[in-house]
């Protein structure tokens, strides 16, 4: 017998979880990797990542929330290292209308989950 998922929203460590693929200037697809959440606007991500690219690079971003799938087009405006890694700041540049609606959802999922880690780890 499986048990049914009953969540709003899909896991914690799904919801952190993305990929991207690299744009090349001559608009072919590049390097394909994945990265990790680390905070959320309705205009753009911080995510962490294991390789280092320049501003101005061009990511397409897949995020996912539910059963929707939904690929965002970002400049990369920063890059910082971390721990071996990379922080990047990424800016969307392109996004239909039901883009901006699943990621407006990813966005409010993500604060909401935000905000209940920090609840619990004041009262630890």
């Known amino acids: 017998m499986t048990e049914t998922e009953k969540r709003r929203f899909i896991r914690y460590d799904a919801l952190h979880l993305l990929d991207y ?12 990797s994945m990265g990790r959440t680390l905070d959320v ?4 991500i911080k995510m962490e990542i294991k390789d280092r690219f320049e501003p101005g690079t061009l990511l397409l971003v897949t ?3 539910e059963d929707n799938l939904v690929e965002l087009l970002g400049e990369i405006i920063h ?4 721990a071996g890694r990379f922080v990047s700041g990424i800016l969307f540049k392109k996004m239909t209308k039901e883009g901006r609606a699943i990621f407006a959802r990813y966005t409010e999922a993500f604060r909401q989950r935000r905000q209940q880690m920090q609840k619990t780890e004041q009262t630890n």
């Open 21 to 32: 693929t690299v744009m090349n200037a001559d608009g072919s697809k590049g390097i394909y």
């Open 41 to 44: 606007s309705i205009d753009g």
């Open 63 to 65: 995020v996912g929330l």
């Open 79 to 82: 890059t910082t290292p971390a």
